[in-house]
């Protein structure tokens, strides 16, 4: 009787000992490891996210954002032609002179890889021109991957040109444009393409894109590096490179421009084969 009777209090100590983390920590000790990793289901051990504190108000830049543009000045650009003018918290792509003289697209000082970016942008109002003519610009992630900006709202083109498409590739999944002259906005996760110490591609770039609040990228892989009228394709490049945009001789406006750069641990890892 005796022996039954530690064998039960062993038992129960040590359920006690896994159930809330020996009363330090809350979580469990003694739950399976998940696969491909070192933690437990709700491991007591696990380190807990870091704190970011939003902006008070949507789309604005939360605690740990890099702030490219805040309306105030152009500082974390450099142009490569003409400098983009501000007025009153709105940056405009420059017109051009005489026989297309001027311009050129902003060069963010900063290099980033994987990353997180919001953008604001507007379209001309009344709109003068059609198709790739009227409110275009562009993201470059690298200075190579572009995320297509539009003008849109009515506006017939070919569908692997318009606002939300990777341009060259892959149209969007629906047409969420706004009318010219409203603002719109971008929330882009970027993630890198990887290469092996040979050149070789590793793993392609991806992209999820929501435009004005509806997704029209998820977890898109792109082909390459953008190429007007051709198929796009990879070179190996460093981790880390500006991010571009284009001037494509439309004064789209721009305002609240920030970015997230992640970690390595965001990047969605496959499941091994004998995890599933």
Same mark, same amino acid.
């Given at each position: 009787m005796r022996l039954r009777t530690i064998t039960v209090l062993g038992s129960v100590l040590t359920a006690l000992a896994g159930s809330a983390g020996a009363q330090d920590k809350p979580g469990f000790r003694d739950t399976p490891v998940l696969p491909g990793g070192q933690w437990k289901v709700h491991d007591a051990d696990r380190p807990t996210p870091t704190v970011v504190t939003p902006a008070a108000q949507p789309g604005g830049a939360p605690s740990d954002a890099i702030v490219l543009f805040d309306g105030r000045s152009t500082d974390a650009w450099s142009p490569k032609g003409t400098p983009w003018p501000v007025k009153d918290g709105v940056m405009t792509v420059p017109p051009r002179g005489p026989g297309g003289k001027g311009g050129g697209d902003l060069v963010s000082k900063q290099s980033f890889g994987d990353v997180q970016l919001h953008l604001e942008f507007r379209s001309p109002n009344p709109p003068t021109k059609t198709s790739q003519d009227r409110g275009n610009s562009g993201i470059w992630f690298m200075q190579r991957y572009e995320v297509q900006i539009l003008d849109g709202y009515q506006n017939p083109t070919y569908a692997? #040109?318009? /606002? #939300? =498409?990777?341009? #060259?590739?892959?149209?969007?999944? /629906?047409? =969420?444009?706004?009318?010219? #002259?409203?603002?719109?906005?971008?929330?882009? /996760?970027?993630?890198?393409p990887r290469f092996a110490a040979d050149g070789s591609l590793v793993r392609p770039a991806y992209v999820t894109a929501i435009l004005n609040g509806v997704v029209v990228q998820n977890h898109q892989a792109m082909l390459g590096t953008t190429i007007w009228r051709q198929i796009a394709k990879y070179e190996a490049h460093g981790d880390a490179a500006p991010i571009q945009l284009q001037d494509h001789d439309s004064p789209v406006s721009f305002r609240n421009i920030w970015v997230r750069p992640l970690p390595e641990s965001a990047i969605a890892q496959d499941l091994k084969e004998n995890s599933k």
């Open positions: 692997d #040109g318009t /606002v #939300g =498409a990777v341009y #060259g590739f892959k149209p969007p999944l /629906v047409n =969420a444009s706004r009318k010219p #002259g409203e603002w719109q906005t971008y929330d882009v /996760v970027f993630e890198r």
